[in-house]
């Protein structure tokens, strides 16, 4: 049996954990999401939501991984041997590798239009036949399955080159870098005419857009920019060693992650109200409006406007990237525990099912656009399927494990790094409160209001 790596530092871990956490969910997710729940009244109920909801999930998950030393199932038929639980571990293989093939699919447009920015494409044409540029990409056949295969690819190496030099090594360089050009981004976005009100509406809460959508919403941005419920925390955890402190990690990587989302979205809104675009464009935000901002703003300032272009769809790729890895990462890690496969056989038998599920969703913009499952194409019915129930199945049955089914006195050592670390006598309790209690209350809301809203 081969030795199982450890990422090398708490630096390392909150890297890596803040990298699966930050990805598109943030920079193409959230801002949209912001401006369809009417701004900063959505924040704080996203802010809320994070501390009492998805804590809890991610904590349960950390403790789980990193109790098991090992993936999804292996977990499950260690800590709870010869019963149901282990079809947990089967939901939350299946999860990330359906979401990484068409998560893989919304890559590889990062990457043509960070092609695109490096080739000044945005400055070149007229602001309305920028605007129409996504959608004759999408529709396209064999240019967006050229990028989609490249992401996969380029995911999978990064995967293959091991916990250390392949995860820790691509997240600890890129995640600064990544934080760097979001902050040179919104300087840019805030200092354009008209930007003001972009920025009050990312500030001034306006309570009455405040209804059972616009929570519901906003708990669910927050589950899924965390990258919960699929076993991607749990299997990074796995390589935590064991006197890590969970609570720290956890705060530490539920703070990049707010952060970069707050960053992302002062990024983009003041930038959309300065073109005088609606903010409540939808997922097409930063693929058709952004474009069209950068366009429109180049016909003043081509060189600023091309920079920061160019910054932009490099963020957006660099963040997907750091997601897919952590993705891909589970069910490498399934086959080589559970099946005995090498690492390399292991990448390539991911590489290839995902590849192939993802060519799929790439061609439902296109050649197989008349093609429906459920009244949705293979792209949505895989978004929907994933982030609507599968991800809210797994969160609610971590939570309802550790909670519920776990040794309480083994849960306490593995959140306290047995027993090595000092914690306020109030936390325990709390975040065990919040795991039994709070989370699986609140995921059973998601989850109904995703079913019947």
């Known amino acids: 049996m081969q030795k199982r790596e450890n990422f090398g530092s708490r630096f390392a871990v909150i890297m890596a954990m803040a990298g699966s956490a930050i990805g598109l969910g943030n920079i193409w997710r959230f801002p949209y999401m912001v401006g369809e729940g009417g701004g900063a009244a959505f924040i704080i109920i996203y802010l809320i939501s994070t501390l009492v909801l998805s804590m809890p999930i991610f904590f349960s998950e950390s403790i789980i991984g990193r ?32 979401l990484v093939s068409y998560y893989s699919v919304v890559g590889g447009w990062s990457f043509e239009f960070m092609l695109k ?42 995967v293959l080159a091991g916990v250390r030099k392949g995860i820790e090594a691509f997240s600890k360089l890129t995640m600064p870098v990544l934080f760097i050009l979001i902050v040179l981004i919104m300087f840019y976005s805030v200092s354009l005419p008209g930007s003001a009100e972009g920025l009050q509406y990312m500030l001034k809460p306006d309570f009455s857009k405040i209804d059972g959508r616009c929570i519901t919403s906003a708990m669910g941005q927050s589950f899924f920019s965390l990258s919960l419920g699929v076993g991607t925390i749990l299997t990074y955890s796995s390589f935590v060693k064991k006197d ?48 069209y ?48 496969l090498s690492k390399g056989k292991s990448v390539a038998v991911i590489f290839l099912g995902t590849w192939t599920l993802g060519v799929l969703c790439s061609l439902s913009f296109g050649r197989l656009g008349s093609f429906h499952i459920l009244g949705c194409s293979i792209f949505d019915f895989c978004d929907k399927l994933v982030s609507n129930y599968l991800m809210a199945i797994g969160g609610l049955f971590f ?30 309790p709390t975040v065990r409160f919040l795991i039994r209690w709070v989370a699986p209350l609140g995921i059973i809301v998601i989850f109904l209001s995703n079913l019947f809203l």
Not at 86 to 97: E, N
Not at 409 to 414: L, P, Q, T, W
Request: aromatic share 12%; glycine share 12%.
């Open 399 to 428: 939570t309802l494990f550790v909670g519920w089914k776990m040794d309480p006195r083994k849960v306490r050592e593995e959140f306290t790094g047995n027993g090595s670390r000092r914690i306020n006598g109030i936390i325990y």
């Open 293 to 340: 901002v950068f366009a429109k703003m180049g016909t003043g300032a081509p060189v600023l406007s091309a920079i920061a272009a160019i910054l932009f769809f490099v963020a957006v790729f660099v963040a997907a990237l750091t997601s897919s890895i952590s993705m891909v990462q589970v069910g490498v890690s399934y086959l080589m525990e559970q099946k005995g």
């Open 117 to 158: 920015a490096f080739g000044l494409d945005f400055n070149g044409g007229s602001p309305d036949d920028v605007k129409l540029m996504f959608g004759n990409f999408i529709s396209r056949d064999w240019a967006p399955l050229i990028c989609h295969t490249i992401f996969i690819g380029l995911t999978c190496l990064i």
């Open 244 to 291: 890590e402190d969970l609570l720290g990690s956890g705060l530490g990587t539920a703070f990049f992650d707010l952060i970069f989302a707050m960053l992302a979205g002062f990024a983009v809104m003041p930038a959309v109200f300065a073109a005088g675009i609606e903010p409540g464009a939808g997922p097409g935000l930063i693929f058709e409006t952004l474009p």
């Open 67 to 98: 109790s098991a030393q090992s993936g999804t199932i292996g977990a499950m038929e260690q800590l709870a041997p010869g019963s149901k639980w282990k079809w947990l571990g089967y939901i939350t293989i299946i999860s990330p590798l359906i």
